[in-house]
Antibody, heavy 120, light 107 residues
């Protein structure tokens, strides 16, 4: 069965960086994309970006350009999302999700979420 | 950039009633690249509908999606207790984005 298992909660200071991992299993990793979505406390969903697990192509949300980097390690079927220059409004639950195709698509499987808290 | 608007913000209904949720896009959504998700407190979202009207695997047939262009609708024909949740639409054409959500709560 398809599973996406994310790394644990993080607490970071403003200005620091965070790197969240998402280990996939139960499917051919390189045949799909991975998107990252975040949700601030009590707020809605925000699409952060997408990476092709086939060739590493990326598409980032404009507001995060320059602060976010998404990568994959095909040898371990793991996707990573790094966010730099953290601010308090980056406090959120971060989700990885599988795109239903190799391109940007609907998100058919989701990780359990990783809470990132940014606080001095 | 396509902006999605969802209405109403909150829908208060009783079990057994019909729920009609609206999602409107600021520009036409190409090839009906429109999805609907359900989210319950403390849980990750769950895909309900993709391609505007196709049910995802394992989704009961009381959930249906319709629409094209800029106007889309999610209908729950008869609300079950487990359907009370927040529902988000998402366009996944250019620069994917989510709508702000509609909360369906118990009247």
């Amino acid at each position: 069965q398809v599973q996406l298992v994310q790394s644990g909660a993080e607490v970071k200071k403003p200005g620091a960086s965070v790197k969240v991992s998402c280990k996939a299993s139960g499917y051919t990793f390189t045949s799909y994309g991975i998107s990252w979505v975040r949700q601030a406390p009590g707020q809605g969903l925000e699409w952060m970006g997408w990476i092709s697990a086939y060739n590493g192509n990326t598409n980032y949300a404009q507001k995060l350009q320059g602060r976010v980097t998404m990568t994959t390690d095909t040898s371990t079927s793991t996707a990573y999302m790094e966010l730099r220059s953290l601010r308090s409004d980056d406090t959120a639950v971060y989700y990885c999700a599988r795109d239903s195709s190799i391109a940007v698509a609907d998100l058919d499987y989701w990780g359990q979420g990783t809470l990132v808290t940014v606080s001095s | 950039e396509i902006v999605l608007t969802q209405s109403p913000g909150t829908l208060s209904l009783s079990p057994g009633e019909r729920a009609t949720l609206s999602c409107r896009a600021s520009q036409s959504v190409s090839s009906s690249y429109l999805a609907w998700y359900q989210q319950k407190p403390g849980q990750a979202p769950r895909l309900l509908i993709y391609g505007a009207s196709s049910r995802a695997t394992g989704i009961p047939d009381r959930f249906s999606g319709s629409g094209s262009g800029t106007d889309f609708t999610l209908t729950i024909s008869r609300l079950e207790p487990e359907d009370f949740a927040v529902y988000y639409c998402q366009q996944y054409g250019s620069s994917p984005a989510f709508g702000p959500g509609t909360k369906v709560d118990i009247k």
